[in-house]
């Protein structure tokens, strides 16, 4: 599936209360895989944790448009999950990401339960050169993958790279790539729950 508009690509920093960590954890779940079997323009969500109790919490969510996402803010799951995490969630910070460049494995996948799977958060800053090399490079590496890009702050030269791992911390680009960056500070999260379709293709460039 190729993009030709760009896509709603957002971070949730979720603070949870360690009391109502598995009503929120069922909650979700409902919510990402009713909306993955329901919702065709709700490519991919991530539910992950940072520490192992699950108290801080990132979710990211990728919608076709605008339409898309009111279709899955109306619905009856993502209700359901909201009326949990009004008690769940102690703390809560959203952030708009304008992506550049989206690559998700060529299969459909749907991932919940004890897993393997780590995404991969990078955040850093970087010149126009520096990611027009970057891109340049995603764009030639033909590896099976899920990969994004994002810019956080475009003007400010902030941007994330977010990575899904097998287990095993195998880098897609070659860390040279990164050796002109600033700030650079990167994550490993937990998945949770993960659905996600298939052969996703975005280019923002």
């Keep these: 599936m190729k993009l030709t508009e760009t896509p709603i690509f957002r971070m949730y920093h979720l603070t949870i209360a360690a009391e109502k960590r598995e009503a929120f954890l069922k909650a979700g779940v409902n919510n990402?895989?009713?909306?993955?079997?329901?919702?065709?323009?709700?490519?991919?969500m991530y539910a992950t944790r940072l520490d192992e109790k699950g108290i801080d919490n990132?979710?990211?969510?990728?919608?076709?448009?605008?339409?898309?996402y009111?279709?899955?803010a109306n619905s009856s799951q993502f209700k359901a999950y909201g009326q949990v995490a009004q008690q769940a969630v102690t703390d809560k910070s959203l952030q708009e990401l304008l992506p550049k460049y989206i690559k998700t494995n060529q299969d459909d996948m749907?991932?919940?339960?004890?897993?393997?799977?780590?995404?991969?958060l990078t955040t850093f800053r970087a010149d126009n050169q520096t990611i027009e090399k970057i891109l340049n490079d995603l764009s030639s590496?033909?590896?099976?993958?899920?990969?994004y890009l994002a810019a956080v702050d475009e003007t400010q030269q902030q941007w994330l790279s977010l990575e899904l791992l097998?287990?095993?911390?195998?880098?897609?680009l070659d860390p040279t790539v990164?050796?002109?960056?600033?700030?650079?500070k990167t994550k490993l999260l937990q998945v949770d729950t993960l659905v996600s379709q298939g052969n996703i293709?975005?280019?923002g460039f």
Excluded: C, W
């Design 178 to 184: 990164f050796e002109p960056v600033t700030d650079r």
């Design 32 to 44: 990402l895989l009713t909306s993955h079997q329901n919702e065709p323009g709700t490519l991919a």
């Design 70 to 72: 009111q279709v899955h």
């Design 58 to 68: 990132f979710v990211f969510e990728l919608y076709k448009n605008e339409a898309a």
């Design 141 to 147: 590496a033909n590896e099976s993958v899920t990969y």
């Design 110 to 120: 749907t991932i919940r339960g004890k897993n393997d799977y780590l995404l991969k």
């Design 166 to 172: 097998d287990g095993m911390e195998v880098p897609l």
């Design 201 to 203: 293709l975005f280019k």
